[in-house]
């Protein structure tokens, strides 16, 4: 495998070729059936580069992301292992790290993760041992200096592509690309952003990024996704933590007739898309839509983001491991 | 807690009385080297804690960053973080977790811009905290090094990223 190459995975390839990438975010189940996964994954499969498996996203327990990440590997889907810093301390991260490697993941996104107060079980502990940023750098040195963080040797380190999080859309504006700026130092290789529904802000922090050279050190990915109604948007914007989506849009829906509603989400977030498209310093897009995967895939392919590029496998797998429809039944 | 946020919003005044207290603290160094830094912790604790309390809603980490995070207490941030806000911050500026408290980093961000001192210090990359010295006097941490103890593989940027705001 080629040495300049921080991972095995192949969005790590589709950026570093200069392509627009497209990543996706899986729903996770509520259940104990591998299949509920793979259904998901199906959909997501062919039109997008890689598959983000949330660490219990809004404080909901769902199935873990590192038991996803180990049944779409099996399958040879390539998942991007989300890891929040609100549940585990640093022991158990770094051994969760290890051991999703081991399985096959090449991505990591780090996040600090919602508050328990945004979930459903708002009685638990919150851990908070490390910020996404110490998390980011932890995981850095485990990969390229072959350690735990206290020292200890790794006999193979893991080959990771290191993502982070990025939301240009809440305050403190001015700082948010500062903020970026150290997770870059730290050691982030790609960035995921909250939902864009606000272009213009966004292009005002783009020239920012630019400014401060940082669109040359890391591939940054607009967050997209579709909105269902105008019930929908204002739910997320008061009860989803950091997501901003202006009145106008809102306005938007509110004046489309019922059963047109659905459609016009959908095109808001094509628009969304070539918008940012455009803008200098953008690497692609991940689109997230709660609940409603059917329509990520129409989403890609109205935005003329079809067919995904097959560098290292097929769309959506990593270029090691190759799938084993056996495996994909039967679960173990 | 009120007069504690009229200093607060004083981040310049703030920031000369802690390179003064720093001075005194590192020139008191032999004096206090001698009494024993034990000792000392168990007598300093008390009142920093108090005095800190009241000004910083201070938490006690022993690893004290104020000067470098716009003399504001990042511990009393619900997530704990130490290198700036999360992405939950509302668009008053306000806290995810506590809607009618502003966001520590909002406030923290603000008050650095008007610390010509340690305000770029806000930009550095903050170490995993070491939860060994919670309680304990981060004066007295600071004289001994206990509080730029780093875990062993960590690779300390000392260097700010971007200096120029
Ligand atoms: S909004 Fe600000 S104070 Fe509240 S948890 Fe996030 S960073 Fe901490």
């Given at each position: 495998m080629n040495n300049e190459y921080k991972s095995d995975g192949r969005?790590?390839?589709v950026l570093r070729s200069g392509r627009f990438a497209v990543t996706a975010e899986l729903n996770p189940p509520d259940s104990a059936d591998p299949e509920e996964v793979y259904q998901a994954a199906?959909?997501?499969?062919?039109?997008?580069?890689?598959?983000?498996?949330?660490?219990?996203?809004g404080a909901h327990c769902h199935m873990s992301s590192v038991a996803i990440c180990a049944l779409l590997t099996?399958?040879?889907?390539?998942?991007?292992?989300?890891?929040?810093c609100r549940d585990r301390n640093r022991i158990a991260i770094q051994g969760d790290v290890l051991g999703a490697a081991a399985m096959g993941v090449s991505n990591v996104l780090c996040l600090?993760?919602?508050?328990?107060?945004?979930?459903?079980?708002?009685?638990?502990?919150?851990?908070f041992d490390f910020d996404s940023i110490q998390l980011l750098r932890t995981i850095k040195i485990m990969r390229d200096q072959g350690m735990f963080l206290s020292g200890r040797k790794l006999t193979t380190p893991p080959r990771l592509f290191l993502g982070a999080a990025s939301n240009p859309f809440v305050p403190p504006y001015d700082w948010r690309p500062y903020r970026l700026a150290k997770k870059i130092e730290a050691g982030a290789d790609f960035i995921q952003s909250q939902y864009c529904f606000d272009v213009p802000r966004f292009r005002q922090f783009m020239?920012?990024?630019?400014?401060?050279?940082?669109?040359e050190q890391a591939f940054f990915l607009v967050g997209v996704g579709p909105l269902r109604s105008e019930k929908a948007a204002e739910f997320m914007r008061t009860k989803v933590p950091g997501v901003h989506i202006p009145d106008a849009i809102i306005e938007r829906l509110r004046k489309t007739p019922k059963e047109k509603k659905?459609?016009?989400?959908?095109?808001?977030?094509?628009?969304?898309?070539?918008?940012?498209?455009?803008?200098?310093?953008?690497?692609?897009?991940?689109?997230?839509?709660?609940?409603?995967?059917?329509?990520?895939?129409?989403?890609?392919?109205?935005?003329?983001?079809?067919p995904r590029p097959r560098i290292g496998g097929l769309p959506a797998q990593d270029s090691k491991v190759r799938p084993r429809r056996g495996n994909r039944v039967n679960g173990v | 807690m009120k007069?504690?946020?009229?200093?607060?919003?004083?981040?310049?005044?703030?920031?000369?009385?802690?390179?003064?207290?720093?001075?005194?603290?590192?020139?008191?160094d032999p004096l206090i080297a001698r009494l024993g830094y034990e000792r000392m912790d168990r007598w300093l604790r008390g009142p920093e804690e108090w005095t800190k309390r009241i000004v910083f809603d201070c938490r006690m980490c022993g690893q004290c960053i104020l000067h470098s995070t716009g003399m504001t207490c990042s511990m009393?941030?619900?997530?704990?973080?130490?290198?700036?806000?999360c992405g939950g911050v509302r668009a008053n500026g306000h806290c995810e977790v506590f809607p009618d408290k502003p966001c520590v980093w909002v406030q923290a961000y603000n008050r650095s811009l008007e610390m010509p001192r340690y305000g770029d210090e806000i930009l550095l990359i903050e170490p995993p905290v070491n939860r060994q010295l919670e309680g304990s006097s981060a004066w007295i941490n600071m004289l001994t090094g206990q509080d730029k103890v780093v875990p062993k593989a960590w690779d300390q940027i000392e260097v700010i990223p971007i200096a120029e705001k």
């Open positions: 969005l790590e390839r199906l959909v997501l499969s062919e039109v997008c580069d890689a598959i983000n498996a949330t660490d219990g996203s099996r399958a040879g889907y390539a998942p991007i292992f989300q890891v929040s600090t993760g919602d508050d328990v107060t945004a979930g459903d079980q708002p009685q638990a502990k919150r851990v020239q920012k990024v630019r400014d401060l050279g940082l669109h659905v459609e016009e989400g959908k095109r808001i977030c094509v628009e969304i898309i070539q918008q940012v498209r455009e803008i200098e310093g953008v690497s692609g897009v991940h689109v997230m839509a709660y609940r409603q995967e059917e329509l990520v895939a129409e989403i890609i392919s109205e935005a003329g983001l079809l | 007069f504690g946020q009229w200093l607060q919003n004083h981040p310049h005044f703030l920031e000369q009385t802690y390179w003064l207290t720093h001075r005194v603290f590192t020139w008191l009393s941030c619900p997530k704990n973080l130490r290198n700036g806000p």
